[in-house]
């Protein structure tokens, strides 16, 4: 039976990860997703995990050494952050396209320069096009139950992609949590045997990665494209069965007091339970406030996203990372696009905010929502706003 | 290029694009590619097989009369078996 226990949530996305059975680890630590790996390393030295620990000297050589390990049909997890996924960035796009379905944990960090070992997205964001499936955890129940959901949906067999669960670096990772850790014989009940499509086998000879002459690439793109779109449906099924064995149901996007809001927030991460008490705040005094958390990023869940804001007159969208010389941040381009010339779509408003750690409290929250309420009347000069930054 | 083997569409390209079949790369014809050809002078030659080593693709092989030939369906005319031959028995001539 599952146990509810006091722990922090790097060491119950370890221990979803043991839970997994996996075959090979292949990671480099870094702060803040050190933990993970820590665990992770520690329960293979003593036993309780029979797995492949691969102490690698780089995250290149992490990622390049995942590719291999699917490839030959192991269950395959590392994880990474910040300049940890940067330096991985030229092998992360190589597993989609090649169906690997390797699990990583991202605990999203901002990037250099100036340095810093702090929360938000730019890590990421970054990493956005890379072609793997990625859902965004609000706690620490959601980290640990989303990562053995991301195992379960990377390898079922219409899919054999690779999943990326993203938790924000030290606010999540790092916090002590009450989770509900599930029991082997649970996790067995809801997690198959990894079974690949095809395996590297010398017996029975194939290739993986070949050349893209100009004939086929457009193709081969395509097809990987595709079955990123066509994911969405096995996603969703992985959430509704995890909810019928276990009680908790998750969706691509989750609303509060949405029905009859005027305003939405629009938020991914653990700023959603902020932006939550927020809400509470300003209902409280008579503002129709609610929000819409983008859980499921990749694939952008279009039609859920719509049906969730419904006919409101606005959305605050968050972003927590600064695209220089774009025309917003990513979440607020992409909501931009899926509404363009949509009859009687929302205005939107972009707020980047909770950059390099900095806190996105109650009171900013409530300070998009007024700035929002004034743009309604009057459109701003810019595209988006940087909130909270100071001139002088 | 001419080759044509490989147009599939995205919904008929194998699983991953990955090569189900082992040693296929010999169904893909190279030889279109090439601007020059290797032309053997026979006198010069003393059938030491330097061009046959030699050969990034492997097009050479060896003939019943024991001197060396470029299969044209896959020599690229890199002219590098022009290049090694001790005897300057090849020489690279221009493609019709």
Not at chain 1, 76 to 85: A, C, D, K, V
Not at chain 1, 306 to 320: I, M, N, P, T
Not at chain 1, 328 to 344: I, N
Not at chain 2, 42 to 49: L, P
Request: aromatic letters at 8%; one cysteine or more; hydrophobic letters at 40%.
């Amino acid at each position: 039976m599952a146990k509810r226990v006091g722990i922090e949530v790097s060491i119950a996305l370890a221990e979803a990860v043991r839970l997994a059975n996996v075959d090979v680890v292949a990671a480099f630590p870094i702060t803040p997703q050190t933990h993970i790996i820590e665990h992770l390393s520690e329960s293979i030295a003593t036993g309780d995990l029979d797995a492949n620990f691969i102490p690698v000297e780089s995250e290149h050589a992490a990622m390049s050494c995942c590719c291999g390990s699917s490839a030959a049909g192991a269950r395959t997890f590392t994880s990474s952050s910040s300049q940890g996924l940067m330096l991985m960035s030229e092998v992360l796009f190589i597993p989609g396209p090649l169906r690997l379905p390797i699990v990583m944990a991202v605990a999203n960090r901002a990037l250099s320069a100036p340095i810093s070992i702090w929360n938000d997205h730019q890590d990421i964001m970054s990493q956005r096009d890379i072609g793997w499936i990625q859902t965004f955890a609000e706690n620490g129940q959601e980290a640990f139950d989303l990562t053995l959901h991301a195992f379960r949906v990377a390898e079922d067999r219409r899919v054999s992609l690779p999943m990326i669960v993203n938790i924000d670096g030290f606010i999540l990772s790092h916090v002590i949590e009450p989770i509900e850790i599930l029991s082997q014989e649970e996790v067995d009940q809801y997690l198959p045997p990894f079974k690949p499509v095809y395996r590297l086998d010398p017996r029975r000879p194939i290739t993986m990665g070949p050349v893209g002459i100009p004939e086929v690439y457009t193709e081969a793109r395509m097809a990987h494209s595709e079955a990123i779109k066509a994911s969405k449906r096995v996603i969703i099924q992985g959430w509704k069965e995890f909810a019928e064995l276990f009680g908790r149901q998750y969706n691509p996007v989750e609303t509060y007091h949405s029905e009859d809001a005027d305003i939405l927030l629009i938020t991914m991460g653990s700023i959603s339970e902020t932006a939550m008490t927020a809400i509470d705040t300003m209902r409280d005094k008579g503002q129709k406030v609610g929000l819409v958390r983008i859980r499921l990023w990749r694939p952008f869940p279009g039609p859920e996203f719509r049906k969730a804001v419904g006919k409101v007159k606005a959305l605050a969208v968050v972003d927590r990372c600064l695209p220089p010389g774009a025309t917003a941040g990513p979440v607020g381009t992409e909501l931009r696009s899926l509404f363009y010339k949509v009859p009687s779509a929302p205005k939107i408003f972009n707020f980047i905010a909770g950059l390099g750690g900095r806190d996105v409290t109650v009171k900013r929250f409530e300070e998009m929502v007024d700035k929002t309420k004034a743009y309604i009347k009057k459109r701003p000069k810019e595209l988006y706003e940087v909130i909270g930054v100071r001139e002088k | 290029m001419a080759n044509t083997d490989a147009i599939v569409g995205w919904k008929t390209i194998t699983f991953g694009c990955h090569v189900l079949e082992p040693g296929s790369s010999a169904k893909f014809r190279t030889g279109d590619w090439r601007s020059q050809r290797p032309v053997l002078d026979k006198e010069k030659c003393i059938k030491c097989g330097m061009c046959w080593i030699f050969c990034p693709d492997m097009a050479y092989s060896r003939t019943e009369d024991g001197y060396f030939e470029a299969n044209m369906e896959y020599c690229k005319g890199c002219g590098i078996c022009a290049h090694e031959c001790p005897k300057d028995a090849i020489t690279m001539a221009p493609e019709e």
